[in-house]
């Protein structure tokens, strides 16, 4: 046979003359279809023809429907490896796919970071620079004053921050920290800023005093998969944070929880972290991915890079479990080139730490962070109202239509 001729076998609908036909068709394009056989046909109402015909096609070659965004918290790892391993073009449109369902696409929240208390840390994470075990040359601070907090507060609100994240170099704060870093929340808060700590673990009378406070996030992060944790920190275990996490939940406050790539994991290692944050009970609300800042000292220093793809596919991944949550692009973004950090975005990234510093290390500069923004036409992300806000912000816009009618009123008496 001729190779422009195609065969088909199946049933043909003709919606114009109602009628369907079962047989078997040969066509060449040029000369138009030509059925060759035809094993039986009915006629019908054209109407119905098409209607039926129309269903018989959505039911047998329709794709199946996909349904994006759905809030599970039964992933198994199977799945999540299936989802790493997709063509990188299908990850990225499921992930757009859910992040659209949620978010503005072109809206990433912005968050800046303050170390209140750096270095000398007794715990070995073994990529961290302020663990006392590595020599990394890092100053060790003191607790810092609740003022300079407060200008270093007012300083990111003046920048375009909306929330402010405080971290402390502890393996847990002692209680006589408490009332310390308590006032420092209440100062932050009345700026009008989120607020976020992370001081270690917490015990159940420690996360309520700081939920009273009005302390909005706690981040605690779980760092990597259960397998390779031991790999990476022995002072404390992955059930240890399990229970600090707990307790913020029970104490009321958001959730903040992610992890580092590129610490000589395997991807079936992310797949076991994501895993865990996606199977949480209620998912964190904010999922800091940190890609490892390389510092010298550490036992991570000489790690191998990962590869950018397989940062990206990581959010993607994070984005599809967890639909509703923010996904922090967080460390590691000076290290990154604009393009990554756009395929990021693209994969369902919204959120960024904002401002020169990390906790201890560089983060890009506010002025480029503002340029790679305005390139790709991104906005920060506005602060949400919170209920006491809301009811100011209606009182104001009653009183604002109240004045209207009263002109209104007050020309018609002209
Ligand atoms: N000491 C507290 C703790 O560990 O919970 C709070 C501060 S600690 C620096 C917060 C998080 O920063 C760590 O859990 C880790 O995920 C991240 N981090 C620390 N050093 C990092 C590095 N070199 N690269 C990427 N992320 C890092
Ligand atoms: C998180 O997940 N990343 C931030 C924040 N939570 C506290 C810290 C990144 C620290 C990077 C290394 C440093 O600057 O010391
Ligand atoms: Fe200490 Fe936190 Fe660094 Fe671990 S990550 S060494 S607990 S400051």
Not at 283 to 295: F, Q, R, Y
Request: aromatic residues 8%; hydrophobic residues 40%; proline residues 5%.
């Amino acid at each position: 046979m001729h190779p422009s001729w195609r065969i088909f076998a199946g049933i043909y609908g003709d919606c114009q003359n109602g009628g369907f036909s079962a047989g078997v068709e040969s066509s060449k394009p040029e000369f138009g279809l030509k059925v060759d056989s035809v094993f039986g046909s009915v006629n019908m109402e054209p109407t119905f023809a098409c209607i039926l015909w129309t269903s018989f096609m959505n039911a047998s070659f329709a794709p199946a429907p996909m349904t994006f965004g759905e809030v599970r918290h039964d992933w198994t790892r199977a799945e999540i490896t299936a989802l790493f391993a997709l063509p990188f073009s299908d990850l990225m449109f499921q992930a757009q796919s859910v992040h659209r369902t949620y978010f503005n696409p072109n809206e990433v929240q912005v968050s800046t970071l303050c170390s209140i208390k750096t270095g000398a840390c007794p715990e070995d994470c073994a990529y961290c620079p302020q663990s006392a075990r590595y020599d990394t040359g890092l100053e060790r601070e003191k607790l810092m004053a609740v003022e300079k907090v407060i200008e270093e507060a007012k300083a990111a609100k003046a920048s375009g921050a909306t929330r402010f994240c405080m971290g402390a170099a502890w393996r847990s704060p002692k209680n006589k920290d408490m009332p310390y870093v308590t006032t420092m929340v209440q100062g932050v808060k009345a700026l009008g800023l989120e607020t976020c700590m992370t001081l270690g673990m917490l015990d159940e009378n420690q996360a309520q005093a700081l939920a009273d406070a009005g302390l909005d996030y706690y981040n605690h992060n779980l760092d990597t998969s259960p397998e390779y944790y031991g790999e990476i920190i022995t002072t404390r275990t992955y059930q240890d944070r399990l229970e600090t996490l707990a307790n913020v939940r029970k104490a009321g406050m958001k959730v903040c929880c992610g992890g580092i790539v590129g610490m000589g994991e395997e991807e079936n290692d992310r797949a076991g972290l994501l895993q865990q944050l996606a199977n949480m009970s209620e998912h964190p609300e904010s999922v800091p991915i940190n890609m490892l800042v390389k510092v010298g000292g550490t036992p991570l220093e000489n790690e191998a890079d990962l590869d950018p793809f397989d940062f990206v596919r990581t959010i993607a991944v994070a984005r599809i479990l967890m639909p509703k949550s923010h996904v922090r692009l967080s460390a590691g973004r000076e290290q990154m080139n604009e393009q990554t950090q756009a395929m990021a975005f693209l994969a369902g990234a919204n959120s960024i730490f904002y401002g020169e510093k990390l906790l201890t290390t560089p983060n890009p500069e506010a002025n480029k962070d503002m340029q790679l923004f305005s390139k790709l036409g991104i906005k920060p992300e506005a602060y949400e109202v919170h209920e006491d806000e809301s009811e100011q912000e209606a009182s104001i816009v009653h009183q604002l239509q109240e004045a209207a009618m009263d002109s209104l009123f007050y020309n018609a008496a002209k």
